[in-house]
């Protein structure tokens, strides 16, 4: 059974920066591609980044040049890096695992943008 873990999250103020981790627990994780999303109040969650079991990654438009995925398959571990953080980007964001139809989640960790 596959089992994820966020840290990372707090209070930051407008273009600080922040790195998430997640940790992933269980067989063969390392080849199954891994995503990061976050929803904001209020809205509904939307996909922010998303890495193969490969390196090979994908970021959304939004977010693309500010936030970096990445992983480390010798710890299990995929990191979103994020810089020049704004109010807007206030969610909780989730780490989530891709495997066969299935997409597994996180608890979610929190991060806010405020002076």
């Known amino acids: 059974q596959v089992h994820l873990v966020e840290s990372g999250g707090g209070l930051v103020q407008p273009g600080g920066s922040l790195r998430l981790s997640c940790v992933a627990s269980?067989?063969?994780?390392?080849?199954?591609?891994m995503a990061w999303y976050r929803q904001g109040p209020g809205k509904r969650r939307e996909f922010i980044a998303r890495?193969?079991?490969?390196?090979?990654?994908v970021h959304d438009a939004s977010v693309k040049g500010r936030f970096t995925i990445s992983r480390d398959n010798a710890q299990n571990t995929v990191y979103l890096q994020m810089n020049n953080l704004k109010p807007e980007d206030t969610a909780v964001y989730y780490c989530s695992i891709f495997i066969g139809a299935q997409n597994l989640w996180g608890q979610g960790t929190q991060v806010t943008v405020s002076s």
């Open positions: 269980g067989n063969n994780v390392n080849q199954n591609d």
């Open positions: 890495v193969s079991g490969s390196g090979y990654t």
